[in-house]
């Protein structure tokens, strides 16, 4: 196998056993840790903490550490998010979830310069065009990462499968389920019944061992490209910490930018509804923890399979015209979240839901990036 692709998928695996905890893991918070909106809290700081780093973070680290240095701390708190729930408190969720959040901006932008600069540098080899190589890498990684939302949901049903049965809820029980639901209500529904303690401790077992596996995965077969890295720069060097701050504010002064700023805020704010609000609302409170999985299971397959649909379609049909497509799926799912009233005997729906979602939220994946 060739030297260059062999690090391609280290990479790409590293990351897919990372994620499938990572993800199923997101999945659950408002679920387990819904007393006091712990769980939502954390989320939010979570990816408070990535939107501070990634405007200072990435250069600094790729810099000193290399991709592959950078790669490993980064996974590292991750890791430290899994232990931090085995002991869930607001002075262990709160301090973990920070630290994930500083390290997934360096984590994402050490991938794609080190998918970036192998592929360049295997084509100059090779004799091909780098873009082609670098979107081939890039092809390869995104197919193997984008299964971890089916395993690591997959994974937590399993698990929580082995909860006894639920009985159903009364109709006064179930009002309060959906749109309806407060978030520091304590009324019982089956977001109160938790899985017992030690199958949650399973689940956090699995998910921390698959992320220590991702970071020995990549310490032990992934070659640094440190070397690489200084003979494609030629070995010039970076710019001052303070002159790359100061030039990505300066970019506010584009208006473009500006007004592109509020697509990727919608999608963060749509994604951030869908792993908190709706599986806590709606798929615990009226079916039970053991459902979220297989419902998430159907929101990642339908986004993965509307992501390449989309990259082949857009050549045809424009963004706009995905962009609307996207835009009313949305918009139509909320209005009838807002009316819905959810039941255990309406099981097909909220898997309809999910896939509807999956589908208008690779647009925003596909055509913001």
Known sequence: MDRSLRNVLVVSFGFLLLFTAYGGLQSLQSSLYS??????TALSTLYGGMLLSSMFLPPLLIERLGCKGTIILSMCGYVAFSVGNFFASWYTLIPTSILLGLGAAPLWSAQSTYLTIMGNTHAKKAGKHGK?????????FFLIFQSSGVWGNLISSLVFGQTPSQEALP??????CGASDCLMATATTNSTQRPSQQLVYTLLGIYTGSGVLAVLMIAAFLK????????????????PFWSTLLSTF?????????????LPLYSGLQQGFLSSEYTRSYVTCALGIQ?????????SATNALCSVLYGKVSQYTGRVVLYVLGTVTHLSCMIALLLWRPGADQLAVFFVFSGLWGMADAVWQTQNN
């Open 35 to 40: 007393e006091e909106g712990l769980g939502v």
């Open 132 to 140: 082609d190589i670098v979107n081939q890498y890039f092809g390869i």
């Open 171 to 176: 109709e006064e029980q179930l009002m309060s």
């Open 224 to 239: 640094p490209i440190r070397d690489v890295q200084r003979e494609s720069e030629g070995e010039k060097k970076s710019p």
């Open 250 to 262: 300066k970019l506010y002064r584009d208006k473009r930018l500006c007004l592109l700023i509020l």
């Open 291 to 299: 459902f979220v999985g297989y419902v998430m299971i159907c929101f």
